[in-house]
């Protein structure tokens, strides 16, 4: 399978994605990592010859001047991973509705900008400077709450339904950019229960052994997405490889 060269993560100041900076660019196949936050001036982990491939980028993936700024910087990424976000807010209030009774306009509006919104932006600024022939994935961190068929439990109303709709989003590029370049992969991806503050107020609820910390989500999504094929673009994926039902 072809090792991407030029990758760009967003993201890069939670959890999964500075792991993701840090395991991308430690790979020898890999010339630039692209980290992009909302605050600059990052600290990563690594060896330094690993660290000097990373290159710091400031953007908002809410607002459309910093993507296209930002496009103009990166080249042609063959990886793009959104490793972006949002379930609570102690800020705003935000929190998981348990009922519909608790919905409330201004938190969709929060939840969708971030998990849905974003992401379409930067499809709409990054996609069509990815490659025309060989290889290139573009990839978004979604969650297996969003999948409509699996969904047993109800509630989460915004961020089950940010991701879903984030999913079918993924779904049309897939179909989209196969018409210029077959070998093209779109897909969402789900990571587990990770250690960082997206889970943390839900913690305690999680079965032993099923809490990941960071890095081997990191390293898991790595290895699944090292291993996807054409036929896989439009899909989702746990972090085990096994396919998220839509």
């Known amino acids: 399978m072809t090792e991407p060269r030029n990758v760009l993560i967003f993201g890069a100041s939670g959890g999964i994605g500075r792991a993701l900076v840090e395991a991308y660019a430690g790979m020898a196949t890999v010339e630039r990592v692209h980290a992009v936050a909302r605050r ?3 600290a990563f982990s ?4 690993a660290l000097a491939k990373i290159q710091q980028h400031q953007a908002d993936i809410t607002s459309e001047a910093d993507i296209e700024a930002l496009a103009a910087q990166v080249g042609t990424p063959d990886l793009v991973i959104l490793a972006t976000g949002l379930l609570t807010d102690p800020e705003t209030g935000l929190a998981p509705e348990k009922s519909y009774r608790h919905q409330d306009m201004a938190a969709f509006e929060q939840v969708f900008r971030i998990n849905t919104f974003g992401p379409a932006l930067v499809a ?6 990815m490659p025309r022939e060989g290889r290139s994935v573009f990839a978004a961190l979604a969650a297996r709450v969003g999948s ?5 439990l109800g509630g989460w109303h915004a961020y089950r339904a940010s991701k879903a ?3 079918m989003l993924m779904r049309n590029y897939a179909i989209e950019v196969a018409r210029k370049n077959r070998d093209a992969i779109c897909v969402c991806l789900h990571p587990g229960t990770v250690d960082t503050a997206l889970s943390a107020p839900f913690q305690a609820n999680v079965p032993d052994g099923k809490l990941f910390t960071a890095h081997y989500a990191a390293d898991r999504l790595v ?6 094929g054409q036929a896989d673009s439009g899909k989702q994926f746990d972090w085990a490889g096994a396919e998220v039902p839509a």
């Open 165 to 167: 709709a984030l999913c």
């Open 46 to 49: 690594g060896a330094q010859a």
């Open 223 to 228: 290895s699944v997405l090292a291993g996807l």
């Open 124 to 129: 709409k600024h990054i996609l069509g400077r």
């Open 40 to 42: 600059g001036n990052l």
């Open 148 to 152: 409509i068929s699996d969904n047993q």
